[in-house]
Nanobody, 125 residues
Framework: QVQLVESGGGVVQAGGSLRLSCAASVRSFSAYTMGWFRQAPGKEREFVVAISTHGINTYYSDSVKGRFTISRDNAKATVTMQLNGLQPDATAVYYC??????????????????WGQGTQVTVSS
């Protein structure tokens, strides 16, 4: 059983920054590909970023590339996403997701086996 708990969401003004964290309760965290998705009001959940098991490879959606950064600490079983230059269109619930081994795709929802409950990010104009 894998449990994922997100934190760090909140309200920020346009141009501001937030740091989201996801704490995983799982054995062998380093074996899991980790990702972040988001779902804005009235829209489908979409891929944001992902990171490979040991952090060597990262994957970004075009909409956040250069502004968001993902990292992981396998010793602490956490994955973090730094969100810079936030704009109102970033307002969404952000979900942490984990993909059990073996490694494979990282951009699709169906690539992931476990999901957190989400954390709200609201960007005011």
């Amino acid at each position: 059983q894998v449990q994922l708990v997100e934190s760090g969401g909140g309200v920020v003004q346009a141009g501001g920054s937030l740091r989201l964290s996801c704490a995983a309760s799982v054995r062998s965290f380093s074996a899991y590909t980790m990702g972040w998705f988001r779902q804005a009001p009235g829209k489908e959940r979409e891929f944001v970023v992902a990171i490979s098991t040991h952090g060597i490879n990262t994957y970004y959606s075009d909409s956040v590339k250069g502004r968001f950064t993902i990292s992981r600490d396998n010793a602490k079983a956490t994955v973090t996403m730094q969100l810079n230059g936030l704009q109102p269109d970033a307002t969404a619930v952000y979900y942490c997701a984990a993909r059990a081994p073996p490694c494979g795709g990282a951009r699709a929802q169906y690539d992931y086996n476990y999901w957190g409950q989400g954390t709200q990010v609201t960007v005011s104009s």
